[in-house]
C-alpha cells in the first residue's frame, strides 16, 4: 500500500467510526481500540472555531456524545500528502457533514493532520477550517 492509501484508509475509517459513534450504533467499548489508541498522548486538535482540545478534552466530548446523533453522516473527500518527513506525514482532506447538531446541519471543512506512520497510526495534530460558503454551497451533500 502507498502512503496515500495508507493515510486515506486511516482517515475515512476513522471517521466512519466516529458516525458510528454518534448514531449510536457501534459498542461503547469501541472507543479506546477505534479512536482513542490512535491518538499521541499530546494530541492537539484545533476544530474551525480556533479553541484548542486536548486528548483528554475529546474522550470527554466522545464519552458525553455516544449516541446522541442518529442522523449524523460524514463524507471524505480529496485527500492529498502534503508533506512527508521520515515517519511523519503531513495530509489535508476535505470533510463533509450531514445532519450535525453542533454545527451547521450541512457544513464543510478542510482539514490538516499531522500523523506518525506507526502501526497503527498516530494522530499528533489535527486543525480544521470552515471551506468558504462558496465552496460549500457548490458541493454535493448526496451522501
Not at 456524545?65 to 463524507?75: A, M
Not at 464543510?108 to 497503527?120: D, E, G, H, I
Amino acid at each position: 500500500m502507498s502512503t496515500l492509501e495508507i493515510v486515506t484508509k486511516e482517515i475515512v475509517d476513522l471517521h466512519d467510526f466516529f458516525t458510528q459513534w454518534f448514531n449510536g450504533t457501534v459498542e461503547r467499548d469501541q472507543l479506546a481500540p477505534r479512536f482513542l489508541s490512535h491518538l499521541d498522548d499530546n494530541v492537539i486538535f484545533i476544530p474551525p472555531e480556533g479553541h484548542i482540545l486536548t486528548g483528554d478534552m475529546l474522550k470527554g466530548g466522545f464519552d458525553s456524545g455516544y449516541g446522541s446523533n442518529t442522523d449524523f453522516r460524514i463524507e471524505i473527500r480529496d485527500v492529498a500528502i502534503r508533506q512527508e518527513i521520515g515517519d511523519l506525514v503531513m495530509a489535508t482532506y476535505t470533510e463533509w457533514q450531514i445532519g450535525a447538531t453542533q454545527s451547521a446541519h450541512k457544513n464543510a471543512r478542510v482539514t490538516s493532520v499531522l500523523m506518525k506512520m506507526t502501526t497503527p497510526v498516530t494522530w499528533l495534530h489535527i486543525q480544521e477550517t470552515w471551506l468558504p460558503d462558496s465552496v460549500r454551497d457548490a458541493g454535493s451533500f448526496d451522501f
